[in-house]
């Protein structure tokens, strides 16, 4: 029996191809001809150089799972040619034959590595340049299997709600929230990775990750709860992936299908996968990817922890009481974006002294921006810098207006003179392709043109030499005048999505045209400016509208715009299960309909509300009932300083209905927030697999009292025992190890 695959019907409409991407065996239908081992997993494989089964566990537990590589559009061509490698791995090569003048070799390599079987694929064009949608695809039985993903919502983008479900979205916790962290079973859906496809016909410009259908980590695992058993797929994200989707289908399928890369016979397409075995649940992927790529979860500069806490996004430069802040956990501010004359100019050409006119009105000096940051690094505060690498300027004219400057010093003191007369290059222009009408959401965009943005200022591509260059410039000139700033947090991270058709970066294949990928613009601009930064021992932070894994190599940590929303709170906390996470309040009405409830999802997740702080840009303002709030969880979100996500096997679990729990290493110890506990007044908590239980010391603090409470606890066989009371549904038990 063969059963015919089909990339999902969004990502077909998307590209306008045809569905159809080949054959895969269903589970058990074919024979076995070959196996990869590794630690607790076999790979099986037949004839085809397809994956036919799997043998999980230490008891080689049998998983009729099925698997391969495919091209939308294609079909192989006979029987591919294997050949066995050292070290107990194998290789498969046949041809794929596409439409006239579409053909490739493909290699598919299974190999042991470690505590996995290592995925690696080489596809080598033929001819003139062409691209499809390329898929890595497995197949299960769906009865009694789960799958997880770090996705935006568990729902998966779903439009008809499923019955109401607390152990999935907590009544009254507002946000559209509902928890990432709970496994689903297969349903028909499309999860974009990081955002979805930039297209001419939907462009979806300034995209924002409010949508439920984000992945944010190229990852999915399967749980089969009553054999306690899982297995995961993870793509790697050092691969320089374009656009990604996660397809999912009811009948137990999931395909990651990576678009826009270029086959041809001047160069090959190479990825890598791994397939991972581990105990049933969320915990054990996501565990071996931390593990495996620890360069794009733990921050390069671990000076990051230190900016954890509760934000602020102001320009607020006067005095404000720094004994309540702190009780209210505040750490650090983003300097909000007025203190440029312009988009892009941060720190004009100009003496320490000099004063320029600010874009938020007034004047400053780079002297009185440096005393800021060091006033507030007096009092205990971190400041960002604003920083963004995407967008320049400030009421753009266009075409080029005549040149004001008369000497070429002078250029900086109007935008459109700088821009072109130094950065003309690096503007991305709209294709004349687009019609009318469709990039309508900034109205000054138009076909030939640039692409506007916030205050009429553009968009320009970060990998062009000439404005690479100026920002480089820019962040020197930061690390050397502002000392005592902290860091920058790049912001705009949603023109990322777009595809430069006036260059080539020898990989990209858009629209039947060679380009140059935002994306890679990032990485080549972050693999220079992320080292200027660190070597000063400063950081990196950045608001990513773009959700994706791969892209946070040289950051470290977020500071995301969106936070108040479920699906960016979700992303943003999964990105940040070892780097600092800050979030966004944009008003009041954010804490609505349950302030308590509030709180506690960002407490289960390990992420920072931002602070009600004076002069907060498009953000909360301090009033009295927010206030309070804010300073009755002030000492719970303290504890969360430093901590890493514990992914240890079962490491956690309550005993009391709906009370949802986490736990997190921190220094000293660990602290387990227990949340959603409605009216109980105690819960019972057990902890196990972790270093350090045995002579551990437990506490608990309470939403109102800043003063810790003894919790009774025991140790036996393994596991931590802790009899935990709840006040307003809530506590933070703090487990201490060390002496």
């Given at each position: 029996m063969i059963q015919r695959l089909a990339i999902s019907a969004a990502w077909a409409a998307c590209l306008g191809i045809p569905c159809l991407a080949g054959e895969i065996a269903r589970p058990g239908a074919t024979k076995i001809e070959y196996e990869v081992a590794a630690p607790n997993l076999v790979v099986q494989l037949n004839a085809s150089g397809e994956i036919a089964g799997c043998l999980v566990g230490q008891q080689k537990l049998g998983w009729p799972v099925t698997g391969g590589t495919r091209l939308a559009g294609c079909r192989p061509e006979g029987q591919p040619l294997a050949r066995e490698l050292p070290g107990g791995g194998w290789l498969f090569t046949r041809k794929w034959i596409g439409q006239p003048g579409h053909a490739c070799t493909v290699t598919d390599q299974f190999t042991p590595a470690g505590n996995s079987v290592r995925w690696e694929v080489d596809i080598a064009g033929e001819g003139a340049p062409w691209s499809t949608v390329i898929e890595t695809c497995l197949r299960t039985a769906p009865e009694n299997t789960a799958l997880w993903a770090p996705w935006s919502d568990p729902r998966m983008g779903a439009k008809v709600l499923p019955p109401a479900d607390s152990a999935l979205v907590p009544p009254g916790a507002g946000g559209n929230w509902a928890d990432p962290l709970q496994p689903r079973p297969f349903a028909e859906a499309t999860l974009w990775y990081g955002a979805p496809p930039f297209r001419y016909d939907n462009p979806r410009i300034a995209f924002c990750p409010f949508s439920g259908d984000l992945l944010c980590i190229p990852l999915a695992t399967l749980s089969r709860e009553r054999d306690g058993v899982g297995l995961s797929l993870a793509l790697s994200p050092v691969d320089p992936i374009l656009d990604l989707a996660l397809s999912v289908k009811a009948a137990g399928e999931l395909a990651f299908q990576r678009s826009f890369l270029r086959l041809s016979d001047q160069a090959h397409v190479r990825f890598a996968a791994d397939l991972t075995a581990h105990e049933a649940g969320w915990r054990g992927g996501l565990r071996w990817m931390t593990r495996r790529y620890p360069e794009y979860f733990d921050p390069v500069n671990p000076v990051a922890d230190e900016l954890a806490g509760t934000g602020a996004y102001s320009a607020h430069e006067t005095a404000f009481d720094a004994a309540k802040m702190k009780r209210m956990a505040f750490r650090t501010n983003w300097k909000a974006s007025f203190d440029f004359p312009y988009m892009g100019m941060f720190l004009p050409p100009v003496g320490e002294a000099e004063p320029w006119r600010r874009f938020g009105g007034g004047e400053t000096t780079v002297a009185a921006m440096r005393g800021y940051s060091r006033s507030m690094r007096q009092q205990g505060f971190h400041v960002l810098s604003y920083f963004n690498v995407t967008?320049?300027?400030?009421?753009?004219?266009?075409?080029?207006?005549?040149?004001?400057?008369?000497?070429?010093?002078?250029?900086?003191?109007?935008?459109?003179?700088?821009?072109?007369?130094?950065?003309?290059?690096?503007?991305?222009?709209?294709?004349?392709?687009?019609?009318?009408?469709?990039?309508?959401?900034?109205?000054?965009?138009?076909?030939?043109?640039?692409?506007?943005?916030?205050?009429?200022?553009?968009?320009?591509?970060?990998?062009?030499?000439?404005?690479?260059?100026?920002?480089?410039?820019?962040?020197?000139?930061?690390?050397?005048?502002?000392?005592?700033?902290?860091?920058?947090?790049?912001?705009?991270?949603?023109?990322?999505?777009?595809?430069?058709?006036?260059?080539?970066?020898?990989?990209?294949?858009?629209?039947?045209?060679?380009?140059?990928?935002?994306?890679?613009?990032?990485?080549?601009?972050?693999?220079?400016?992320?080292?200027?930064?660190?070597?000063?021992?400063?950081?990196?932070?950045?608001?990513?509208?773009?959700?994706?894994?791969?892209?946070?190599?040289?950051?470290?940590?977020?500071?995301?715009?969106?936070?108040?929303?479920?699906?960016?709170?979700?992303?943003?906390?999964?990105?940040?299960?070892?780097?600092?996470?800050?979030?966004?309040?944009?008003?009041?009405?954010?804490?609505?309909?349950?302030?308590?409830?509030?709180?506690?999802?960002?407490?289960?997740?390990?992420?920072?509300?931002m602070a009600p702080f004076p002069g907060n840009d498009h953000s909360l303002h301090p009033s009295p009932e927010v206030d309070r709030y804010y300073l009755d969880y002030g000492p719970l979100l303290d504890t969360l300083r430093g901590k890493k996500w514990m992914l240890e096997p079962d490491c956690i679990e309550t005993a009391g209905p709906g009370v949802k729990a986490n736990l997190f290493q921190v220094p000293g110890g660990y602290v387990a927030p227990l949340t959603f506990g409605g009216k109980l007044d105690s819960t019972t908590v057990r902890i196990r697999n972790v270093p350090g239980l045995d002579h551990a010391r437990c506490e608990v603090l309470h939403p109102g009292n800043e003063a810790a409470l003894a919790a009774a606890s025991g140790f036996q066989d393994g596991v931590l025992s802790v009899k935990a009371p709840l006040r307003r549904g809530c506590a933070m038990l703090r487990i201490k190890t060390g002496n």
């Amino acid at each position: 029996m063969i059963q015919r695959l089909a990339i999902s019907a969004a990502w077909a409409a998307c590209l306008g191809i045809p569905c159809l991407a080949g054959e895969i065996a269903r589970p058990g239908a074919t024979k076995i001809e070959y196996e990869v081992a590794a630690p607790n997993l076999v790979v099986q494989l037949n004839a085809s150089g397809e994956i036919a089964g799997c043998l999980v566990g230490q008891q080689k537990l049998g998983w009729p799972v099925t698997g391969g590589t495919r091209l939308a559009g294609c079909r192989p061509e006979g029987q591919p040619l294997a050949r066995e490698l050292p070290g107990g791995g194998w290789l498969f090569t046949r041809k794929w034959i596409g439409q006239p003048g579409h053909a490739c070799t493909v290699t598919d390599q299974f190999t042991p590595a470690g505590n996995s079987v290592r995925w690696e694929v080489d596809i080598a064009g033929e001819g003139a340049p062409w691209s499809t949608v390329i898929e890595t695809c497995l197949r299960t039985a769906p009865e009694n299997t789960a799958l997880w993903a770090p996705w935006s919502d568990p729902r998966m983008g779903a439009k008809v709600l499923p019955p109401a479900d607390s152990a999935l979205v907590p009544p009254g916790a507002g946000g559209n929230w509902a928890d990432p962290l709970q496994p689903r079973p297969f349903a028909e859906a499309t999860l974009w990775y990081g955002a979805p496809p930039f297209r001419y016909d939907n462009p979806r410009i300034a995209f924002c990750p409010f949508s439920g259908d984000l992945l944010c980590i190229p990852l999915a695992t399967l749980s089969r709860e009553r054999d306690g058993v899982g297995l995961s797929l993870a793509l790697s994200p050092v691969d320089p992936i374009l656009d990604l989707a996660l397809s999912v289908k009811a009948a137990g399928e999931l395909a990651f299908q990576r678009s826009f890369l270029r086959l041809s016979d001047q160069a090959h397409v190479r990825f890598a996968a791994d397939l991972t075995a581990h105990e049933a649940g969320w915990r054990g992927g996501l565990r071996w990817m931390t593990r495996r790529y620890p360069e794009y979860f733990d921050p390069v500069n671990p000076v990051a922890d230190e900016l954890a806490g509760t934000g602020a996004y102001s320009a607020h430069e006067t005095a404000f009481d720094a004994a309540k802040m702190k009780r209210m956990a505040f750490r650090t501010n983003w300097k909000a974006s007025f203190d440029f004359p312009y988009m892009g100019m941060f720190l004009p050409p100009v003496g320490e002294a000099e004063p320029w006119r600010r874009f938020g009105g007034g004047e400053t000096t780079v002297a009185a921006m440096r005393g800021y940051s060091r006033s507030m690094r007096q009092q205990g505060f971190h400041v960002l810098s604003y920083f963004n690498v995407t967008e320049f300027g400030a009421r753009v004219k266009y075409p080029a207006p005549v040149r004001q400057a008369l000497r070429d010093q002078d250029l900086w003191r109007d935008c459109n003179d700088y821009l072109y007369g130094r950065l003309a290059d690096a503007i991305l222009r709209v294709p004349d392709r687009t019609q009318p009408g469709q990039l309508g959401f900034y109205p000054r965009t138009r076909v030939g043109g640039p692409y506007f943005t916030w205050e009429d200022a553009i968009v320009l591509d970060c990998a062009e030499p000439a404005y690479q260059q100026f920002l480089l410039d820019q962040a020197r000139r930061h690390l050397r005048e502002i000392p005592d700033a902290s860091g920058i947090c790049i912001d705009r991270m949603d023109w990322l999505r777009m595809y430069n058709e006036q260059r080539d970066d020898g990989m990209s294949w858009y629209e039947g045209r060679p380009a140059r990928s935002l994306l890679n613009s990032w990485r080549g601009l972050m693999d220079r400016l992320g080292p200027l930064f660190h070597q000063a021992r400063q950081v990196v932070f950045v608001n990513n509208h773009d959700k994706r894994i791969d892209l946070l190599r040289e950051v470290d940590g977020i500071f995301d715009e969106f936070t108040y929303d479920g699906a960016p709170l979700n992303t943003t906390a999964l990105l940040c299960v070892r780097k600092p996470a800050l979030g966004w309040t944009s008003d009041a009405g954010n804490l609505k309909p349950d302030p308590e409830l509030y709180f506690h999802k960002y407490l289960y997740l390990g992420v920072y509300p931002m602070a009600p702080f004076p002069g907060n840009d498009h953000s909360l303002h301090p009033s009295p009932e927010v206030d309070r709030y804010y300073l009755d969880y002030g000492p719970l979100l303290d504890t969360l300083r430093g901590k890493k996500w514990m992914l240890e096997p079962d490491c956690i679990e309550t005993a009391g209905p709906g009370v949802k729990a986490n736990l997190f290493q921190v220094p000293g110890g660990y602290v387990a927030p227990l949340t959603f506990g409605g009216k109980l007044d105690s819960t019972t908590v057990r902890i196990r697999n972790v270093p350090g239980l045995d002579h551990a010391r437990c506490e608990v603090l309470h939403p109102g009292n800043e003063a810790a409470l003894a919790a009774a606890s025991g140790f036996q066989d393994g596991v931590l025992s802790v009899k935990a009371p709840l006040r307003r549904g809530c506590a933070m038990l703090r487990i201490k190890t060390g002496n």
